[in-house]
Structure formats: structure tokens, C-alpha cells
């Protein structure tokens, strides 16, 4: 009796491998491999007038989201008009200057010009911009 309250007095310590203060090796395995939470942003969906060829017009419909920090997140969804706003002049200028053209536009031209616009708004925490749809009609 005395021998079973002793070795049950040494795992309540921690003496016979069980460590209460510590956690155990694969506890901080499973907490470094979990990601920290993500925030994605849906900024929204533009429609921006195309010049084409020939006096011609056409359309493009792109879809804007942002992953962000979740600080930057609220600040991103507090002044959500301030972003609408900027992305889409952003969007007019890049059609103004040719550079959004069917089957000759390079997404990631386009992901550069609105993360540069896009953290002049919100300098720290934006940690990309994701175009989710981008078509031409």
C-alpha cells in the first residue's frame, strides 16, 4: 500500500516521466504546426469599361480579396468604402493606359498595382491581394 501511494505521489510530481509543468514533446509539435488564424478580406467585385479596337467597348469583372492580419482586418473593414474607392480608380487608370486587354492582361500586374494601392491605405498587416475572378466579356 505504502508502495502504491509512493509511485503515485512520483507521477503526480513528475519524477516517473509524466511532467505536469511541461507538455509533453508532441503537444509542442501539434501547437507550432497550427496555423495562425487567416483573415480574408472580400473587398468586391469591379466592372471596369475596356477601350477595344475598332470604337468598340468591352468589359472586365474582377474580383478583389485581401488576406490580412487581424488587426489590419478591422481597420480593412471599418473604411471598406475607402478601398472600394481606391482599387477601383486603380482599375480605371490600368484600363485608360491598355494595360488590362483581353487575353493579353498578366494578373500579376494587376495583384502589384492594387497591393501597392491597397497599402498605402493600410501599411502594415496586408499580406496579400488574391484575385478570385477575373473575365472579360
Known amino acids: 500500500m505504502r508502495r502504491a501511494l509512493l509511485l503515485a505521489a512520483l507521477l503526480v510530481a513528475g519524477v516517473a516521466g509524466a511532467s505536469p509543468i511541461l507538455p509533453s514533446a508532441p503537444a509542442l509539435a501539434e501547437d507550432a504546426a497550427t496555423p495562425a488564424k487567416v483573415n480574408f478580406i472580400p ?53 485608360d493606359r491598355h494595360i488590362l486587354q483581353p487575353d493579353q492582361t498578366d494578373p500579376l500586374i494587376v495583384k502589384d498595382a492594387l497591393m501597392a494601392v491597397i497599402s498605402k491605405l493600410q501599411p502594415s498587416g496586408v499580406q496579400d491581394v488574391l484575385i478570385t475572378r477575373l473575365l472579360y466579356t
Do not use: C, W
Open 43 to 95: 473587398i468586391g467585385d469591379f466592372t471596369v469599361n475596356l477601350p477595344l479596337a475598332g470604337h468598340r467597348t468591352g468589359y472586365l469583372l474582377i474580383s478583389v480579396t485581401v488576406q490580412a492580419t487581424n488587426d489590419a482586418a478591422a481597420s480593412i473593414q471599418a473604411m471598406m468604402p475607402r478601398y472600394k474607392e481606391a482599387v477601383m480608380r486603380e482599375l480605371m487608370v490600368m484600363s
